[in-house]
């Protein structure tokens, strides 16, 4: 039995988002090792340092440590090794588990389940760690510095404190098993059943394709939303029932959801509120390791377990069943390749060092006292105790190595003859993966596995899938069934699916024709091809390049001078002044000229001038984009760039246009309300409606539907003075009208007799022309 | 420098959301609907549509609706 063993490495990044992904703000692991460490007192980290020793370029250690240096310190693979040759057991089956399960952070309740579970005491094995500066302690952030550690061990909440580790640690260090020996089963194994290891595979591809098909939306805590939620739960392929299984677990849905995100074919959108499939580009770089990369995926999962299901009925960071799972394959990884061990003297061994492993809430192992010391119960445990905990604890164990271990194809499964109890070991991958044995073996090679039957539907023998073989399959064939048959389905959706991620229609047909049994019919090829041509009836670009020309000549030249590249696609004439380009990398700028750049994902630019009559607007080219033209004949018709408006002839380049009555009238009846079109003013010309568009608006208003006119007589005096006395004298007042102005005011024209008759008798002449 | 050899002057319009067909009746089929009519803004030519920006995802989705399986080029760019 090897007692220590190089982890598989495998090469997915440290952290993926979950379904419900966690805050990822300074979650880089060396950023929040760093970080963590620099919570510690002055005084606590010098001790470290001191304790670290010499690195190995022999440089002296500086007197006070900083949490840089001892950052730093570990970085060198040499140090790491140097420091962990001198731990004891348990401290190095502490790292251990972080190296299986590819963590980089675990709770200190959680950690300590994981420990006791290997007979280890788990507060000496962190503190001497912590002393080390192997770990870094993260408690929650109102505590004050970290100076002691066992206080803060003992003291804080062990579910909510954290212990990081430096990400070279892991990589440094060997597998160690625990110490203690299991009951191995006695006599031959009987009825030994290991599954082909593919659900896994399976599952997540199908995940993979249904969230690439339509992402899924989460809200900013980082749950889905309903709708998405309900599509995978009720996603028949996903929550169909493993059929190679020997324990039923529940969720399945969101276990395979968690796993494609823990492995990274699932991941999350920049903007945090989108789960997004990840490109295909994933299949190739990691085909050969997925199922080793699923299966860590798995240890390390704490969104799902086997017994309570996503933490629906219970806080997710209590839950214990995720810790149990690195603990148990590491006891089975104690067993040699010949070696077999029944589920119940596995229970009995476990329960004899520490009753408490079967409470399933951290929260409940935090508060257990009553236990026994590490190696108390040590030995063989063939006296049961009925009366205790076994029956929970068979149930946790058939739940994790029986509904989950088996079908990821970790463990086989067999019977004890003597007894028909059921016994279990590590598979191949298992071995593999608890770096107990070398990489498993290929899977035969099983050529024609698949039947493509006319009606696009495939049928896929299990014997003949390969990971490498699943995700080229997912690619472009929708999984609707996985079970002991598999079927997939050819459609146009399919198609385009593949072909969205860089799928050629020939090589899908050359997959499909190398794995069929039969030659494939005509009308799937000519299915497969009428549906790649549709795809090219409707282009949509979603954000591209228009280069617009001064003429259709300079476009021509422009066209010319383009170099052939066989990867690049051509440049699009569109109509008689732009070219489309896809990849804007493409274009001879050496040969052009650029006068203006123009982006529209910013904001709409000021680029429209009113002329002094105010219904001619002018487009500056310098500045104007493609959208304004369109916003313009809305409510304005182009004018000939030779035409010249109320004498103001249009500069070179620019174009102008006019708004007429008939062209409001036109924007009007299309929507464009005086609010809509003052807000068009201010964004596109910087000021308010032009009073003589506001006239035009106002005709199509009650305000000044019907205008009246009337002759008037206009009183004119030599001076303000006499106006106001004409006003104020009761004579004169009633037969006067609005005043005009400093020295005139109106008169009503039937009011003027009686008005030349009152000035007479004030002795004022008053003649009328 | 003659002017064949001149730099040719070009006005760049970057990042531009558009949908081309590969017939213009497709384009006037696209048009007639006002499902996703209401998102074009323009018509460059007979079968290149101008769309307005960051409707993306909102016009593809009418497009399949629609019935089309457009090819989608640099979403997300």
Known sequence: MPQGSQLPTSPRPDERPGPSPQPAAGHEPRHAFRAALGRYKGTRLGAIRLAQGASPDGLRIRPSGSADEITEHLDAPASVQGLVARLPVGSRLALGLYGLTEATSFSVAGLSLALRVVETEPLPAIVKLLDLGLLAVDPDSASGPVDEFSEVLELVDPTRVSLRIHPAVPKAIRMTRPE???????????????????????????????????????????????????????????????????????????LWLALACRVGLIEQDAEGERLLAAPWEFWTENEFHLPQMIATAWLALKDWHELQGEGRTEIESEAAVPYLRPALLLWLSTLDESEWVSLEDLADHLSAQWPAWVRLSLKAETEETSRPGPGGGRGRARARNDSGPRPKALSILEAILLGTAYPLGLVRAGIEPTTQRRVVQLSALGRYVLAAGASPPPRPAFEHFLFVQPNFEVIAYRQGLTPQLVGRLSRFAWWSQIGSALELKLSRE????????????????????????????????????????R?????????????????????NRALELWPEGEDEA??????????????DRAVPYSRLRLMSSRDYRRPPEICVAVERDGVTLTLDPARADLLVDAELSHFADPLPSSDTVHGHASARGERRFLISSASLERGISRGKSPERLSEWFERRTGGEIP??????????????????????????????????????HPATTAFLGERLGPSSVAVPEQHLAALQDALKELGIALDVE | MKSSQARIPVKLHKHVTLVRTTEAVLAEELLARKSLARWVVGRLSDTVLLVQHGESELVIEELRRLGHTPRIVGQGG
């Open chain 1, 180 to 254: 203690g020996e299991l009951l191995k089963a006695a006599g031959p194994i009987s009825q030994i059943r290991e599954s082909d290891g593919l659900e896994g595979v399976l599952r997540v591809a199908a995940v993979w394709q249904r969230v690439g098909a339509e992402p899924l939306r989460q809200t900013q805590q980082g749950v889905l939303y309903k709708r998405d939620s309900d599509r995978i739960d009720l996603d028949p392929v996903l929550a169909s029932p493993i059929a190679d299984t020997l324990a039923a677990v529940p969720d399945l849905p969101s």
């Open chain 1, 494 to 533: 399919s198609i385009v699916f593949g072909l969205d991620r860089g799928a050629k229609p020939n090589w899908m047909l050359e997959t499909l024709t190398r794995h069929s049994q039969r030659p494939l019919a005509r009308g799937v090829v000519d299915a497969i091809n009428d549906w790649a041509q």
């Open chain 1, 535 to 555: 795809r090219e009836r409707v282009i949509f670009y979603a954000a591209t390049t228009l280069m617009e020309f001064g003429n259709e000549t300079d476009r």
């Open chain 1, 570 to 583: 051509p440049p699009v004439p569109v109509a008689e002044r732009f070219l489309l380009v896809e990849n």
């Open chain 1, 691 to 728: 009073a003589s568009v506001q006239l035009l608006l106002g005709a199509r208003t009650s305000r000044c539907a019907r205008l009246k006119a009337a002759r008037m007589v206009v009183l004119t005096l030599p001076g303000p003075e006499l106006v106001e006395g004409l006003r104020q």
